[in-house]
């Protein structure tokens, strides 16, 4: 399996393509690779190609591309997840697994008993995580990092498009509730923040019609409930 590397800068009229800062420092001074040898691109679009290393410099490389590469369309529904940010190292442990499993959209919300609110520095290293992951794992689409959102804004966008359902301990079982679902409907499912969400909270998203589910007897960290809610939901 030959090197993958990111990047947008794609010319298909000239079939070139350039990669910098971050990329181009991996590819030569991580990976070493030389002039001539053959890498994968992909665009986070959904495209990749065969690409041959054609020149470099300290800062860029340039590469002629050749064969496109068939990507699979996903044949899920959308999935969103909407967390609360848990602390310290674990929000980008949790950005790299739910982009390995193939969450489509990850939206950051603000809740009563929030504690984490992430700046845009601390986005942007995040991105760089899931861009990394889907270099690991094969992905050529991003996953889509929208802006943080508060609870009761983050309702409004999405309770008429997306089957909501809420993480919710002493609930209906979420093998039930994944089997009531409407198979063609986008589902966005929300994980609180330690100390769960509020009485208040949850009475804002069962007025919107949104679900409440258990993941069992026992109560998980945040960034283990949105993989075992990824991998449910998903699979």
């Excluded at 990047?7 to 991996?26: C, F, R, S, V, Y």
């Excluded at 995580?129 to 959102?149: G, H, V, W, Y």
């Amino acid at each position: 399996m030959s090197a993958r590397f990111y990047t947008t800068a794609i010319d298909l009229k000239t079939m070139t393509a350039q990669l910098n800062e971050g990329e181009a420092h991996h590819l030569l001074h991580v990976m070493r690779m030389k002039v001539g040898e053959e890498v994968t691109l992909f665009d986070g679009q959904g495209n990749a190609w065969k690409a041959e290393i054609k020149s470099t410099t300290r800062r860029t490389v340039d590469l002629a591309l050749q064969d496109q590469i068939a990507t699979p369309v996903p044949d899920h529904r959308e999935v969103v997840l909407a967390v609360t940010p848990p602390k310290g190292d674990r929000f980008r442990w949790l950005v790299e697994k739910v982009t390995e499993l193939g969450i489509d959209t990850l939206v950051p919300i603000k809740t009563t008993r929030s504690v984490v609110d992430p700046g845009q520095g601390k986005i942007d290293k995040l991105v760089q995580t899931m861009i990394a992951a889907c270099k690991q794992c094969q992905r050529n689409r991003l996953m889509e990092f929208r802006s943080q959102q508060d609870w009761n804004e983050l309702l409004q966008n999405y309770h008429q498009s997306h089957q909501i359902l809420l993480a919710h301990p002493d609930t209906k079982s979420l093998k039930e509730t994944l089997s009531e679902l409407d198979s063609n409907r986008p589902v966005l499912f929300a994980i609180g923040p330690e100390g769960g969400f509020t009485d208040e909270e949850v009475s804002q998203a069962l007025e919107l019609n949104a679900r409440t589910i258990s993941l069992g007897e026992t109560i998980l960290r945040t960034e283990t409930a949105c993989i075992a809610l990824s991998a449910a939901v998903l699979l």
